[in-house]
């Protein structure tokens, strides 16, 4: 009985593992994951978190600060008495106040300060916008090669089949005096290199599923498996999408978080300009204090007597209520030369924009580019994987029927899987260059 329990102990321990284990990741999981887990977004999201502490810092500054002080001190030998007589004595003296001060203006200073830290914070945002893009389309391109490299292998391993038949019948052949040895071991040979292809073709993709499983911080990448059985790409319907460059275009220098941000800048750069200009202008300050204190006289010979405590503090107790002004006059040119550095900051980021507004423009174009250049390899490189297959069949017809050469048959088997090669790679690289596209275009 105990033997029972501790396996079924066991298997709803396991279970959950497993079914995570045999779970196969999609491109939707994998960006998701990626997301999650990457080191540059979690500093970007700290980053972040460290701006808004910035902005809620400066908000409190408009409040009043209050502050406390207790302060006791100890004579001992010759000190002065309640009523200001010099004697030999030892006393206590117990001070004790409180106050609060008030920045009633400062030039407008925290009130632009609270807007630059608002835009600072807008602006790290949409870096962090930018670095989850840049990682969404890294790992679809991550993932795409690998499907690439999976129908590769498919490839390969159709080529093996062609040629262990191939073998098969040469061997057949050569038991009737029909063929060859020469012949037979041309095929074997042939069976070789294919099952060297097949070979090389599970090693890339062994290679780009642990490029995709590190670059998503999986921890079991052993275990990590594409879900590649539900990818399908409609190639006609793709073929037949119109893509509008200049559309593309403005919509990016519309939407881009790079852009955003690169314009938020410069308006938290126009508030800094006003943050730099707030000394030239007069502050003030209310202030408020209240004060008492307790002395003691530890010789009871004096004249002097110890007043009660409470008494003490009521007597002894000062109230004051003030107004400071501060009014710049000379500040050896301190202001003005901060009131130049912020305007000079905010020409490097308008610089900065029109560079970000310039290279993307550039990258867009740039992927247009390839994008046609892929579809037109793609079109070609169908058309010619149709044709060497008919090649390659009528070939294969007439090998068989003994009205051609095992090495004419190889040449367009060849051909063909050259042929099949090309259009996956033309069919993916196409796939992507839209997928760009669209990302520019969101």
């Given amino acids: 009985m105990k033997t029972k329990q501790g396996i079924i102990l066991f298997i709803v321990i396991l279970f959950p593992f497993v079914i995570f284990a045999q779970t196969k990741w999609t491109l939707d999981s994998c960006i998701s994951h990626a997301l999650n887990n990457n080191y540059s977004i979690k500093q970007s999201l700290i980053d972040l978190e460290t701006k808004k502490l910035q902005l809620q810092t400066t908000k409190m500054s408009r409040l009043p600060s209050l502050s406390a002080s207790l302060n006791q001190n100890f004579d001992f030998g010759r000190s002065e008495t309640a009523g200001g007589i010099i004697v030999d004595n030892t006393q206590s003296t117990s001070a004790f106040s409180i106050g609060m001060n008030v920045p009633l203006f ?110 998503m911080n999986v921890t079991d990448a052993e275990s990590f498996e594409i879900d590649d059985e539900n990818i399908e790409i409609d190639m006609e319907k793709i073929l037949a999408r119109y893509i509008d460059k200049n559309a593309v275009i403005d919509n990016s220098l519309h939407k881009r978080p790079a852009i955003k941000a690169a314009e938020l800048r410069i308006e938290k750069s126009q508030k800094d300009i006003k943050i730099a200009r707030s000394t030239y202008y007069p502050s003030l300050q209310l202030s408020a204090n209240y004060g008492t204190g307790y002395y003691y006289a530890f010789q009871q010979s004096l004249q002097t007597s110890n007043a009660p405590f409470g008494q003490q503090l009521s007597n002894n107790s000062r109230e004051i209520i003030a107004l400071n002004v501060s009014i710049p006059i000379f500040d050896r040119m301190s202001t003005a030369n901060r009131v130049k550095q912020a305007k000079l900051t905010m020409r490097s980021q308008e610089i900065q924009l029109e560079e970000a507004k310039h290279s993307l423009i550039k990258e867009i174009e740039q992927a247009y580019t390839n994008a046609m250049l892929a579809k037109e390899k793609y079109i070609a490189s169908d058309k010619a994987e149709k044709a060497s297959e008919i090649a390659f069949q009528y070939e294969e017809k007439k090998y068989q029927a003994g009205a051609s050469s095992i090495y004419v048959y190889n040449e367009a088997k060849i051909n063909y899987q050259k042929a099949q090669s090309q259009v996956v790679q033309a069919k993916f690289d196409y796939f992507f260059r839209l997928k760009i596209l669209d990302f520019y275009n969101d």
């Fill in 106 to 215: 400062e030039g407008m200073k925290t009130y632009h300060q609270i807007a630059s830290d608002k835009l600072y914070v807008k602006a790290t945002t949409e870096d962090l916008n930018s670095t989850k893009e840049q990682i969404e389309l890294t790992v679809t391109a991550y993932y795409l090669q690998l499907l690439l490299y999976k129908e590769m292998l498919g490839i390969a391993e159709e080529q093996v089949e062609l040629s262990e038949n191939q073998v098969e019948r040469v061997e057949s052949l050569l038991q009737a005096g029909k063929s060859s040895e020469a012949e037979l071991y041309t095929s074997k040979a042939n069976l070789a290199n294919d099952e060297v292809g097949v070979a090389e073709a599970r090693n890339n993709v062994r290679l780009a599923t642990l490029d995709l499983a590190q670059l």
